[in-house]
């Protein structure tokens, strides 16, 4: 069973920078790569909402258009890692951010679906001061 672990939250002044990790276990050796991993949020009483995804060998990249130019998801294969690294963070973007991960068939958009995710983390806080 796949096993993600978030880290890297916490809080900073607008326009500050946060790195967030995931790390996953329980991946069949040289297997992460198999899988596309996306990150999204949550803030209180909101949906879950997509905020980045990698593709499996790293070379693809999405954004949602609210973070485009100042987050960039990276993943490191060999150490079964995924990164979003945030920077000029806004008072809007405060919310419990998570980390997933798919090996479904992927059709167009689907990395913008929670449903499409077989494996999620617990989620890191993220708390954003003007």
């Known amino acids: 069973q796949v096993q993600l672990v978030e880290s890297g939250g916490g809080a900073v002044r607008a326009g500050g920078s946060l790195r967030l990790s995931c790390v996953a276990s329980?991946?069949?050796?040289?297997?992460?790569?198999?899988?596309?991993l996306g990150w999204f949020r949550q803030a209180p009483g909101q949906e879950r909402e997509f905020v980045a995804a990698?593709?499996?060998?790293?070379?693809?990249?999405y954004y949602a258009e609210r973070v485009k130019g100042r987050f960039t998801v990276a993943r490191d294969n060999a150490k079964n890692t995924v990164t979003l690294q945030m920077n000029a963070l806004k008072p809007d973007d405060p919310a419990v951010y998570y980390c997933?991960?798919?090996?479904?068939?992927?059709?167009?958009?689907?990395?913008?679906?929670?449903?499409?995710?077989?494996?999620w983390g617990q989620g890191t806080q993220v708390t954003v001061s003007s």
């Open positions: 990698i593709s499996w060998g790293g070379r693809s990249t």
């Open positions: 997933a991960a798919s090996r479904n068939t992927y059709s167009t958009n689907s990395h913008q679906r929670t449903t499409w995710y077989d494996y």
């Open positions: 329980g991946v069949v050796e040289d297997t992460f790569g198999y899988y596309m």
